[in-house]
């Protein structure tokens, strides 16, 4: 594999998000854009995601992110040529404890604020949004209609597809191994194919940035955590769409994802 030994950006990892990085520096005019993936486009843990697609954070930060990916999904067939399989299907939360309900009421203020709409809907309304749901322990769920989700091997696709096209190089079966430093500054990355100097390195790395991190001296509160998704034999009892559902006691969440039901002990 050829790779180049200068570049202007390299992005460390070619995930959802270092896919979205590159074709957006390009797009913007930047040029010599690289991505470095040990694996192959979307193979980490971008393949393993559920695909969910909601606005309901915490913070106004994420919340801005969402509102605009969710834009970005709604014309995303138009500008990337890629069907995403975006459905604004909702994201409903189901609750069970006092107190972690009156949590959410700082929070949906917020979301209300920036234009999410997000509802508290009593336990039989989330039912009629999921038939199958048992709700005799539930005190009431949080509902946002217009949150959805997408497919994230298709989004990734996309966003590869157009990088390249903008000119940037994805290069695959390429692990990063160090951080070249100098001058208090970044200055390129060794890699299993031999050095690249840059003078701007993103880490995309995902649950692998804090390694990426300490190889430059970094120290990033990232801690991967091992979390399981199974899915289930064609399932008709529970008929389609359904939602992401958290139960917010347990952490359990479930989908449909075509016949099949999609569900993790999160």
């Not at 609750?95 to 972690?100: E, G, H, K, L, Q």
């Not at 695959?172 to 031999?194: K, N, W, Y």
């Amino acid at each position: 594999m050829s790779v180049p030994r200068t570049a202007s950006v390299l992005v460390i990892g070619g995930g959802v998000v270092g896919c979205s990085i590159a074709y957006h520096l390009a797009r913007r005019g930047v040029r010599d854009v690289v991505v470095v993936e040990r694996e192959t486009v979307g193979s980490g843990t971008t393949s393993k995601a559920a695909g969910g697609i909601r606005a309901q954070f915490p913070t106004e930060t994420e919340i801005r992110f969402s509102l605009e990916s969710l834009r970005v999904l709604e014309s995303f067939r138009d500008e990337f040529g890629v069907d995403p399989g975006f459905r604004r299907i909702g994201y409903l939360f189901l609750v069970s404890d006092a107190a972690d309900l009156q949590g959410f009421e700082a929070r949906i203020a917020l979301q209300r604020r920036l234009g999410v709409d997000v509802r508290v809907v009593t336990p039989k309304e989330a039912q009629a949004i999921v038939p199958a749901l048992h709700v005799e322990d539930l005190i009431a769920a949080v509902w946002g209609p217009r949150d959805g989700l997408a497919g994230p091997a298709e989004v990734t696709a996309g966003f590869a597809r157009r990088a390249r096209e903008l000119g940037v190089r994805i290069l695959e079966g390429v692990e990063t191994t160090g951080i070249a430093l100098g001058g208090g500054r970044v200055r390129g990355v060794e890699t299993s194919e031999g050095a690249v100097a840059a003078p701007v390195v993103v880490n995309a790395a995902g649950p692998a940035a804090a390694r990426i991190g300490r190889l430059a001296g970094v120290v990033l509160p990232v801690y991967p955590r091992r979390r399981h998704i199974f899915y289930t034999d064609p399932f008709p009892d529970l008929p389609g769409p359904v939602p992401i559902t958290t139960d917010r006691a347990s952490g359990f969440y479930f989908r449909k994802e075509l016949e099949q039901v999609l569900l993790s002990p999160g």
